[in-house]
């Protein structure tokens, strides 16, 4: 069981003023418009991320065992700090567990051992301080989707060509839920920070 503890205070991956310099925007008649466009921006990057957000929160995550296990796997996997774990009540020393990316090891005189608890709580921290400390390649795919919202505002989406020789014809995108409107390179750099579930 995962639950936050305190929430990210935002989900936003790049600034106002930023937002801002990309679309050549000087004055601020715009900012509430370009705030609202960031979020959905932002919230497109995490759902093709397959993630709620890259705001750091505190987490507590809780794994009833009901016999020994060899690691516990973390349900989060980005900038993870853990800063306590309990073992059946009883408060772990650094020194006692072991972190690897998301796997948890139980430590003891510096070996690996099974974890033999029928109750184990990990607090940590995970994700970004944003929208400062939002990495280049979430933070330039967040500018990418923020630029195409801004300038094809009023424009039908569906609509990928449209010709008025004669009689007229349009043509429409196919919509697909798992890919974004973004190049392959930025697609690509983002590969990283997506989570694929099995």
């Not at 996997?77 to 059946?88: F, H, K, Y």
Request: glycine fraction near 8%.
């Amino acid at each position: 069981m995962l639950e936050v503890l305190t929430p990210a205070g935002s989900s936003d991956l790049t600034t106002l003023a930023t937002a801002k310099r990309e679309l050549a925007v000087t004055d601020t008649v715009q900012d509430a418009r370009i705030a609202d466009l960031i979020r959905e921006a932002s919230d497109l990057v995490a759902q093709w991320c397959n993630r709620g957000g890259f705001g750091r929160e505190t987490l507590r995550q809780t794994d009833r065992l009901s016999a020994a296990v060899d690691v516990i796997v973390l349900q989060r996997d980005i900038g993870v700090i853990v800063s306590a774990v309990t073992e059946d009540g009883v408060a772990l020393a650094a020194a006692d567990y072991e972190r690897v990316g998301v796997l948890l090891y139980r430590l003891r005189e510096g070996m690996r051992v099974p974890w033999t608890g029928r109750l184990v709580v990990v607090e940590y921290l995970a994700g970004f301080a944003l929208p400062d400390e939002a990495p280049p390649a979430l933070e330039r795919a967040c500018l990418d989707l923020l630029a195409e919202l801004w300038h094809g505002q009023g424009r039908d989406p569906a609509v990928r060509n449209e010709t008025t020789e004669g009689v007229g014809t349009v043509g429409y995108f196919e919509h697909r839920a798992d890919t974004l409107p973004l190049a392959a390179d930025r697609l690509a750099a983002l590969e990283r920070y997506r989570r694929f579930h099995l």
